[in-house]
């Protein structure tokens, strides 16, 4: 039941993408490039995305459990350390480089090209170095 | 403005939110697809595994429903008709992005999803500070790029 939850959740997330345009690295870059021809695609779907979850979430918890789970499993830190932030500006060169997120770089594997493989491989890459950095900055 | 690409984004948008409730009603997760990947990599999670899997399976053939069905619901700005655009670089530079993508994430605890989607819903001060830094250094970066380095392209 599990399995079948989390296929549905990600076939509409996969959907959502791809209706959105997010599967599209030149809308992406198109959105990040405010001096040039501005493309505010990603704004809507960003927009769409977070006041939905936004009223879902919500909804959703206020119940004492998830439905075929035994607990809603939420971040708990509060604090803003050098890991995050440093963490956050090296991923935002790499989106700007490239206009894939890792959603949308997975999501795009039905259309893989070598480029796309490439940066799918690293990224795996940099997950296994990232979990070899020391818990604590 | 291109209003049909702004429609079909924002329908998009609602999608992914749903996705994203979904998968917090029924099993209590955040939807952060670098979380949801690199723990299915990088980790044994103790029967975490077939939840993950099925939702990467279900990522991928989102997209590629829309290609079997032939639907014009694609949104690739250069060729309407298509469900999945082409990279904007090579080899080199996506490998360096892609580098840059997971070392990033992976320190950084999440993405566009995890924090961009998921933290912006939760208010989480976290995600807010994690989502505007990565935005404003993507938005620097494509200007360097494209008007400093490259030249207007």
Known sequence: MKALMGYLAGLLFGLGLAIGGMTDPARVVGFLDIAGAWDPTLIFVLGGAVVTTFIGYR????RDRPLVAQGFQLPTRRDLDARLIGGAALFGIGWGLSGYCPGPAFASIAG??????AMLAAMIGGWFLARRLPAKS | MDVTASLHGLIGGILIGLSAVWLMATLGRIAGISGILSGLLTRSSQGDSPWRLTFLLGLISGPLLLMLLGSDLGNVASAPAKVIGEPVGGVGIMLLAGLLVGVGTGIGGGCTSGHGVCG???????????????????????????HVIGGDV
Do not use: N
């Not at chain 1, 909804?59 to 206020?62: A, G, K, P």
């Not at chain 2, 001060?125 to 830094?133: C, G, K, M, P, Q």
């Open chain 1, 59 to 62: 909804l959703v918890l206020r």
């Open chain 1, 112 to 117: 893989i090209t070598p480029p796309l493989i």
């Open chain 2, 120 to 146: 912006l819903a939760r208010v989480s001060t976290r995600s807010i500070v994690a989502t505007l830094t990565f935005l404003l250094v993507a938005i620097i970066t494509v200007y360097l790029m494209r």
